[in-house]
């Protein structure tokens, strides 16, 4: 993020700009949803070129309390060794005229712990019977 950040100007530009963030997590699902809305800089619309690459926003994920194994309330947080899996299901932006635009995405899955993005796909199919399935309905 640094290195984007340094080689890429910033959208804004040295104008003032609003964006609205906002990041929501519910345990029940074990989903999040992370967003961004960044308007164009007042006075600065049309000093955007649309050749040139710009630094819109970067996500820290900040593990300063991060332990593997459990919590310790008030101390740290834990389950770090779990793998972790963000999907990236939508990137857009709006032309000056209103029009969305989808972004090609490079990458839909960022990955933590988990070198084969399994986390992303769940648990992969194996061969079976009928009966091992059955059994495990019936103990």
């Avoid at 040295?14 to 029940?28: C, V």
């Avoid at 690459?53 to 996500?59: E, Q, S």
């Avoid at 061969?127 to 103990?139: A, F, P, S, V």
Wanted: net charge neutral; charged share 15%; with cysteine.
């Amino acid at each position: 993020m640094a290195a984007q950040a340094k080689t890429c100007p910033s959208f804004q530009g040295t104008l003032a700009s609003i964006q609205i963030k906002d990041y929501s997590y519910d345990p029940a699902t074990g989903r999040a949803r992370a967003v961004l809305a960044n308007p164009y800089p007042a006075g600065n619309q049309t000093q955007i070129n649309p050749a040139q690459r710009y630094f819109l926003a970067g996500f820290l994920f900040d593990h300063l309390f991060s332990v593997n194994g459990p919590t310790t309330p008030g101390a740290d947080c834990g389950g770090l060794e779990v793998p972790v899996c963000a999907h990236l299901t939508r990137y857009s932006w709006l032309t000056l005229d209103g029009q969305e635009i989808p972004w090609v995405a490079g990458q839909e899955y960022v990955t933590s712990n988990d070198p084969n993005t399994i986390s992303c796909f769940g648990t992969p199919a194996v061969r079976t019977t009928w009966g091992l399935i059955k059994h495990q309905y019936t103990r």
